[in-house]
């Protein structure tokens, strides 16, 4: 979730607008999210980015489905029911189901955070 500052050039330099800046509840820099189906790993944010990295493989992402979710090792999550917004999730490589607002069990704080501002401020991305 970290950049060492708000940079956002991935965000800037991508042709398909992958990397979104968007602002999460409780957490004081806009978060950097990945859509993947939007991606095709141009490689341009890596090119452009100040600190090394490579965000089209790095940044959580957004998953269109648990298949698209499985054929990648990104970090990241999918949503599988839009109605109470439960979740695939994968965080340092390990699988999890998650329900925002229940509580952060094997999900981080701040990526609880960012999944529950997906899907709740930004639900035209599911």
Do not use: W
Request: aromatic letters at 10%.
């Amino acid at each position: 979730l970290a950049c060492n500052s708000i940079c956002e050039n991935c965000v800037d330099v991508c042709p398909n607008r992958a990397n979104l800046a968007i602002e999460v509840p409780g957490l004081q820099k806009h978060q950097i999210i990945h859509v993947d189906s939007m991606c095709n790993a141009c490689g341009n944010c890596k090119s452009f980015c100040p600190y090394d990295s490579a965000p089209y493989l790095e940044k959580f992402t957004l998953f269109a489905s648990e298949a698209d979710l499985g054929n990648s090792k990104n970090d990241g999550f999918t949503v599988y029911d839009r109605a109470t917004g439960a979740c695939k999730v994968r965080v340092f490589g390990l699988l999890h189901d998650y329900v925002p607002d229940k509580g952060f069990k094997n999900v981080p704080e701040k990526i609880g955070r960012l999944i529950s501002a997906v899907i709740h401020n930004y639900a035209y991305l599911l």
